[in-house]
């Protein structure tokens, strides 16, 4: 795992060489093992190595063909390189060193920017090809690994992550109102925005070319998500197929000359994979990571140590159980945080991930999780929500609007978690038009409370702003069952933005390489042409996936509800984070003067929630990662 980052047909090569060395001193955390940087008169590449597979001199980069004709950054893993390097030599081609890097430079040598489809892994690529003068920028399919970009006159600058953007001084700055209306409703900011204006991230699965000679910027897709169903076999057949598939799955994902673990949760998804991955590897030892928290209703290391002995009786106690408790209280951490992801981010399970991540790294550099399996075998709740809607929308839009919106406003304020806060919020999506529903849902601030939030700066815009930016992709999805397309529509946006970001970011500040299972190539392909009652049958969530490793699980993992990896925000609020979080959104010098919010509308929800009139704990919390996002701005 690396970061990549380049400047092409900049004006000047001597503050191009002083920039590129900023880049590289920024991402220390992203590759603390070595760095390499590649220049001549038309492109500069840098790269810091996390070393994982070839940890000799000889896989250093950037990394050129034998003849200087093609010049490569890559920050990822390719799993089936090996597969692709037979081939290869097949067809005339010699290797220099066992790295997957180079396999990528002779992969295009022989069919050009067409194969990098063949590529099964998780990547950002930059490939400068200098006898036709241009330069690839491509991303993996599912977007597990970040890339970010911006043009200026004409030159072209990328980067693993927006920090080592803004180390070019003709990084934009301009606040993109959209982004901003768009994260306070989601927690994050949808690909292909940035929160900046004329800087964005390149969308999973494309491929971006840049024409040295012409300047011109082009963009193409080498995959698209499919979710069309195909002649699917039975049930119990396609449990077994699904059950080979995460078996070879993990199997990729154990290469490595570096330790790898495991997270362990003690949910389905993590389960899965530790468990897969110790038989795969007895007797081998292998070692699975646990963080708890005091808060009862966010800990849960008691399933995850049932999970751990249910393992051992079954490989042989095999499996090395470390477990820690931790603090997500620490201030100066979510400062360190806001720093690393470069834009306003506001989920909180940023935090735990960090900590987990970074306990993880006191024994390993790799680490599988059983990330995407709630996108691709429908874990959530609100698809089992959207599965019941139809039946309430039998009832006229009017009606519904008076009756479910008069319940939702009976239930008092409650805990996010309460049976209460799920009963009010599933009332109140009801009582929305059918085309709003699954919007509402995700919405964390919405109009009427947006239009209270907004300042000078942002009242201006918000009129002319898009009220549902991300909703325009559901003309183009390809699910045919109505329920089935909230999961292709939360693997475009939610997995990429919200899921797959935190995950990098939050694993590469630990200098910890996390790889995901269940997002494989094969895994994603055949999951997606499961037909929905597969995946949720009879309001058992992940049907199929508990289906096919039933044996591989305790009672106790099966049964319980997901509890997700969060933290009490709205206590926080009011005992251990009060006096910094009120020092920030009362009385942030930056974020007045940005003019953004209505400073007496957060200061009069500030003391409703203190008063537990009401839980604005997201509200407030999305509001003061912003405010810490600006002061960020201003010290950079």
């Avoid at 999973?204 to 002649?231: A, M, V, W």
């Avoid at 998804?269 to 530790?274: G, K, L, M, P």
Wanted: proline residues 4%.
């Amino acid at each position: 795992m690396c970061s990549i980052f380049g400047i092409i047909n900049a004006n000047s090569s001597n503050a191009r060489t002083d920039i590129l060395h900023k880049m590289a001193l920024d991402q220390l955390h992203r590759g603390p093992d070595d760095g390499g940087f590649f220049e001549d008169e038309i492109c500069a590449f840098g790269h810091r190595r996390l070393s994982i597979i070839d940890l000799s001199s000889n896989a250093k980069q950037p990394m050129s063909d034998r003849d200087g004709k093609i010049v490569l950054v890559f920050n990822g893993e390719i799993y089936n390189y090996l597969e692709l390097r037979r081939n290869l030599q097949a067809k005339g081609h010699t290797f220099a060193t066992s790295s997957d890097t180079e396999c990528i430079i002779h992969l295009y040598e022989e069919y050009g920017s067409a194969g990098f489809s063949q590529l099964d892994g998780m990547f950002a690529i930059a490939l400068y090809d200098r006898e036709k003068k241009t330069v690839h920028l491509l991303r993996d399919r599912m977007g597990k690994k970040p890339l970010f970009y911006f043009q200026h006159q004409n030159s072209l600058v990328f980067g693993s992550e927006l920090s080592v953007l803004k180390q070019h001084p003709d990084m934009p700055h301009e606040l993109d109102m959209q982004s901003v209306s768009d994260y306070l409703s989601l927690l994050y900011i949808p690909c292909p925005a940035t929160i900046y204006k004329n800087v964005s991230k390149a969308a999973p699965g494309e491929i971006l070319t840049f024409d040295c000679q012409t300047n011109q910027l082009s963009k193409e897709y080498y995959f698209r998500l499919d979710h069309k169903l195909s002649d699917i076999p039975s049930f119990t057949e396609c449990a077994e197929k699904l059950r080979s598939l995460v078996f070879d799955a993990v199997q990729k994902r154990l290469m490595s000359d570096v330790p790898v673990g495991v997270f362990l949760s003690g949910g389905v998804d993590s389960s899965i994979v530790a468990n897969v991955m110790t038989q795969l590897r007895a007797p081998e030892k292998t070692d699975a990571f646990t963080i708890g928290f005091e808060d009862p209703s966010y800990d849960e290391r008691t399933r995850a140590r049932h999970t751990a002995m249910f393992i051992n009786r079954h490989t042989g106690h095999s499996l090395i159980h470390h477990e820690r408790t931790v603090s997500p209280a620490d201030f100066s951490l979510l400062r360190k945080l806001v720093k690393h992801y470069g834009e306003p981010y506001a989920d909180a399970s940023m935090i735990p991930t960090y900590l987990l991540s970074r306990f993880t790294r006191e024994t390993a550099t790799v680490a599988l999780s059983g990330d995407g399996a709630d996108e691709l075998f429908a874990g959530y709740e609100r698809y089992f929500l959207m599965s019941k809607m139809r039946y309430f929308n039998l009832l006229p839009y009017p009606a519904r609007m008076v009756i479910f919106r008069t319940l939702s406003n009976i239930i008092p304020a409650a805990h996010e978690r309460s049976a209460k806060a799920k009963i009010k919020r599933a009332f109140d999506v009801i009582s929305c038009r059918a085309n709003q529903q699954y919007y509402r849902i995700l919405d964390r601030c919405r109009p009427d409370f947006k239009s209270q939030l907004a300042g000078e700066a942002f009242k201006d815009s918000l009129a002319k702003l898009k009220q549902n930016s991300i909703l325009e992709l559901a003309d183009n999805l390809t699910s045919k069952s109505a329920v089935g397309k909230y999961l292709e529509f939360d693997q475009h946006t939610y997995l990429v933005g919200d899921i797959l970001t935190k995950t990098d970011i939050a694993s590469m500040a630990s200098s910890l390489e996390l790889r995901s299972p269940f997002l494989d190539k094969d895994v994603v392909d055949f999951a997606n042409k499961l037909p929905f009652s597969y995946k949720f049958y009879k309001n058992d969530k992940k049907h199929i996936l508990k289906y096919a490793f039933k044996d591989m699980l305790p009672n106790s993992v099966l049964s319980d509800s997901k509890k997700g990896f969060g933290i009490p925000l709205a206590s926080y609020f009011r005992g251990t984070w009060h006096d910094e979080a009120e020092n920030i959104l009362l009385h942030s010098a930056v974020l007045q003067q940005s003019r953004i919010f209505n400073m007496d509308f957060i200061a009069n929800i500030w003391q409703k929630h203190q008063s537990c009139q009401a839980d604005y704990s997201y509200q407030l919390w999305t509001i003061m990662l912003f405010a810490m996002f600006l002061e960020t701005e201003t010290t950079a």
